[in-house]
């Protein structure tokens, strides 16, 4: 429809007697049918209509009842039918000037959302009663439009079934050249499916447990019963028969056995290309009785049509606009390895009649990545043809497969070793080596830099991915690649850790040697005899570079902790395997609380209750070790332990083998108290119990770890080991004269 020419077709403003039941008032009630509360409502109508028909045209007018309350006479919209067309368009008004035009449908138009016109999800019964129109006008709209139901039931019906053809029509173009590309897609050979069960990555003999050892077994891969000696569930084995690699599996044993999940693929020839077809594979045995006929599944997944003229076409089997699973496009990522899949060679002759019949695909006994991509990126990058072909196989699979090494390679060239931009021995060292990209790159720098190098460290620089530029960092400027190479080789057999690894761990040293001011170009720092424990040295190094700086601020924030802690050294205690050492100061706390990772360090009631002679801190090891954390304590002047913590501030079965070492240092800790720190015990005591009944009062909960969602007053209390002074462990009282 024109927009111009309905312009021009006469207006439809509201008469006076809808002017009327806009404005009517009174209490009007709207049941609800699912039996909640009422609609109350003081105005009858929220919105009227009228409709009038203009030759071909249904003009179909909505007045907003509270804007004509406000003296707005015109339409809110003009929608437009035109049912030869199939076509509708609503004009949005405000005060009768045209805003803009909407191909929504009425019921989204907006402010209509809140008006029963056509769902089945009204809230209220009888919500249609709130539009107005008069009979006349309701039949108008039923007979002009061809519907079931009459007034603006009638128009929403109308213009949902206009949409959906519109949709339905819409996709069926869209569908339609991906259907006609299935229909080249010529029919699987005979075979395909079997021989896609052949190439499982997974093969298993099956035999029958019996007392004695079973004497035969059925392998998966040939299909047939042969014999087995000293069978083992598990066991790897290879079958007598085909040769297989494969898994020995007692039957009685199995339960739901899935295999790896596989691709294969093929490539078929049509009338005017080729098309490449990918299949997801799986078997499964359910029972002892699918041992010679396992479950499976040969699921088409990907198609790829290859015209002779033209762009590549990529199809995968999915879910169409959530309404079928059907042949839709599948966007095309470049570049990248594929899983295991395995290519069916009986036809692989068909590429010699297409634009593909120099390829190499042909040479692979397991391709590098989708055939479809591999001819596309070879047809690309003829390099491709001619390193395969020169016997170069694994330098092949990282330029196919990777994205894009091609700034490593000149493809202007015709000569391979031009292209490679190495020499003729260089490229027969890289045919001995099998080298690959970065074997490669390490005779480029080798020619460039007119040096040898050994084949042992290339081999070793790039099975670990490691070229020369790995190698320039500030530190190793002005060494040798093979003084390199012979150092991290070291330390791989002194770590058991992988070379690119230590690399890595390397650079992080000697980064850290820098920040401690150390001579790195000194061949003892440079060179540290075990890497890997150097590196652990250093970060602990740095470490305490920081700890310093945090406990000054501790010392300037707390400045009496440091004058308290030297005096609680008369409680040290030695016995039994076990020891109580005492923090010298504020530093010592700061690096309990690094090498245990708890809060110690990092809550200031710690620091605080210490200065106010409230609780102080202990630390329980081993006397075999007594420097290394192990336990952190809080204790009370009067020797009430507070809490015990390990690492990640949480407890351990081995700290239950110390509470009797704990109890025999509470009463020792008892003997050398004052007069004055048993007063302190006491006020420390009352005011535990305040603190615990406000934790609780306020219900904090414990929120990290295993202790998540109790009661911190409770975990607190359970940690709580009291002084238990009993006769006997202390002076006993004086007696009264006379007695």
Known sequence: ????????????????????????????????????????????????????????????????????????????????????????????????????????????????????????????????????????????????????????????????KIRR?????????????????????????????????????????????????????????????????????????????????????????????????????????????????????????????????????????????????????????????????????????????????????????ILKKTKYRNSAAVLWKQLPLRLDDFLEKELAHPLLEKTMKAGLPSLTYDLAAIAPPWKQVDETETELTKALRIDTARLRRLKEMDGEIFCLRWLQTEKTNNTLYENEMITDFSAARIDMNELIFPHLIGQKPAKIWRYLTKQRTLSEKAMRELLQTWKDYLNMADKARMDTQNSMILYPKDLYAAHQQMILLIQEGEMEKEARKLEKKWPQVNQILPALKKYEYTKGGYTIVTPK?????????????????????YFDRIQKHESYLFFLRRASAPDTPWYTLEVEPSGNIRQKRTTGDNQGKDLEEAVKFLKAWQKDFYRKLTKEEKEQGKRADQARRQEYEKLRADGNRVWHGRLAGQLLADVLEQDFMPQEITQGDVEPPPVAAGA
Request: glycine content about 8%; charged content about 25%.
């Open 1 to 160: 429809m024109y927009k111009e020419k309905l312009r021009q077709l006469k207006r439809i403003n509201a008469t006076p007697h809808m002017i009327d039941l806009a404005n009517e008032k009174g209490i009007f009630t709207y049941e609800s049918p699912y039996g909640g509360e009422s609609l109350i409502r003081n105005v009858r109508y929220d919105l009227l209509v009228r409709c009038q028909t203009r030759g071909g045209i249904l003009m179909i007018c909505l007045f907003m009842a509270d804007r004509m309350r406000k003296g707005e006479l015109t339409p809110a919209y003009e929608i437009y039918c035109n049912p030869e067309g199939k076509e509708y368009i609503t004009r949005v008004l405000e005060d009768g000037r045209e805003v803009r035009w909407s191909s929504a449908m009425a019921d989204n138009l907006e402010g209509m959302e809140d008006i029963y016109i056509y769902s089945s999800y009204s809230w209220y019964k009888g919500r249609e009663k709130r539009i107005w129109q008069n009979p006349g006008g309701k039949e108008t709209i039923k007979k002009f439009l061809g519907v079931q139901s009459p007034g603006m039931q009638g128009l929403v019906e109308w213009q949902r």
């Open 165 to 349: 053809a519109n949709i339905e029509e819409k996709e069926a173009r869209e569908k339609a050249p991906w259907d006609k590309d299935m229909s080249l897609v010529p029919p699987l050979p005979p075979c395909f499916a079997k021989w896609a069960l052949k190439q499982s990555p997974d093969n298993y003999i099956f035999y029958h447990y019996k007392d004695g050892g079973a004497e035969e077994g059925y392998c998966s891969h040939c299909g047939h019963w042969v014999p087995i000696q000293s069978p083992r569930h598990l066991r790897k084995c290879r079958c007598p028969k085909c040769g297989a690699a494969a898994t020995f599996r007692a039957t009685g044993k199995i339960s739901t056995l899935r295999t790896e999940e596989y691709y294969t693929q093929i490539v078929q020839k049509y009338e005017g290309g080729i098309v490449v077809r990918i299949f997801d594979v799986q078997q499964w045995y359910k029972g002892p009785e699918d041992i010679g006929s396992p479950n499976y599944r040969v699921t088409e997944v990907n198609r790829t049509i290859l015209p002779d003229a033209g762009a590549s076409r990529r199809y995968r089997y999915g879910l169409y606009k959530n309404k079928e699973y059907r042949w839709i496009p599948d966007q095309y990522w470049p570049g990248g390895r594929c899983g295991r899949i395995v290519t069916y060679t009986k036809n692989l002759k």
């Open 585 to 605: 100061n504020i530093l010592d706390i700061v690096k309990e609380g690094h090498a245990l990772q708890h809060c110690v360090h990092t809550c200031d009631f």
